[in-house]
């Protein structure tokens, strides 16, 4: 066998979002799309803002010279600045270009901040359920994944963090508003995660780094405020991209942003500048890098999303379902009424509806529905979740 004994185990623990993906096709084939009612990949259904073709179609008919060249792998000066500006806006913090490195997605970001960390055996603390991927990138680089359970309400639960904290612990890599359950962590858990933090690096004489996907950070409702990582602990890296509050997934177009007060921060950044040269990525796609620098203050119209988020919670739960109300991302995650969330994904198939199953994100007895779709698939799917519902006695309950 040509391929590594690495990739060979992670095909064989296949993605189940991938798998559910590929049932779907098949399911697809024999009803016809219209018919088969996909909640199963992360797949923003919204277009990118206008000001985003405004500025495409400007730069097409006024092309800069050189624009296709290559650039510092870190990125352009004036998009990293943009950005710099942005964040020193949203935090008080003192951001400047230096701390902005433009990546090819939060995946590519996610993935060039581990490699500039770990060494062979280091650990990463991922609170659980988390998206899946991270444990292949954390592999990527060498490192060791470490689960640690939330509270019930999928909030971060600092005792367990604590626990897991050991000798070869590197980072803690948290993901808010969160793939797959929606929450958003509050200020009140991550200022107690930054102080666990110090008090932890003064324990073992030496710094962990906080790791914070905010992929989806512009995705937030009720008037929901995120909390800004930065201000609670100054080893903060963030890592996140324009795929979703742009609707940009397919044009991977990203950076990651070291906290000004981050130790070691210029070997820091020249780590990552290294990272993301010799992964293969050089620099992030330049033509994104030019439209999305005058428009870091803008995004998709996010209330589309709540009322979907709407629909699907207050149906779900008038079915009986248990599920917590998400507060961003566009994801929710129910409870299955059975332990096996396998079986009652097949059940929801059976009613053509495509879910992922919770152990696919380290959670069994869960499942998740991705609600960035089309209103009309949800309300033509919602008959079959309440029949599904009374088949194991939930409705009215
Ligand atoms: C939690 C999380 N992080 C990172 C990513 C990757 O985002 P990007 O398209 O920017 O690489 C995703 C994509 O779905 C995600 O859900």
New binding site residues.
Partial sequence: MAISKKVKDALEGASWVRRMFEEGEELKQRYGDGNVFDFSL?NPDLEPPPSLKKALKALADQPIAGMHRYMPNSGYSETRKAIAHYLAEESGLPFEERHVVMTV????G?NVILKAILDEGDEVIVPSPY?MEFKFYINNCGGEIRLVETNDDFSLNLREIERAIGKRTKAILI?SPN?PTGVVYDQRSLEELGELLKRKNQELGRTLHLIT?E?YRRIVYDGTKLPISFLYYPHTIRVT?H?KDLSL?GERI?YIAVSPYCEDLDEMISAIVFANRTLGFVNAPALMQRLVAPLQKNSVNVRVYEEKRDLFYGSLKAFGYEVIKPQGAFYIFPKAPIEDDVAFVKDLQSKRILTVPGRGFGKPGYFRICYAVENKVIENALPGFKEVAEKYGLVGK
Wanted: glycine letters at 26%.
């Fill in positions: 992360g997605g939060a995946a590519g996610l998206f993901n793939n996907d992929a991209s795929s997934p990203g």
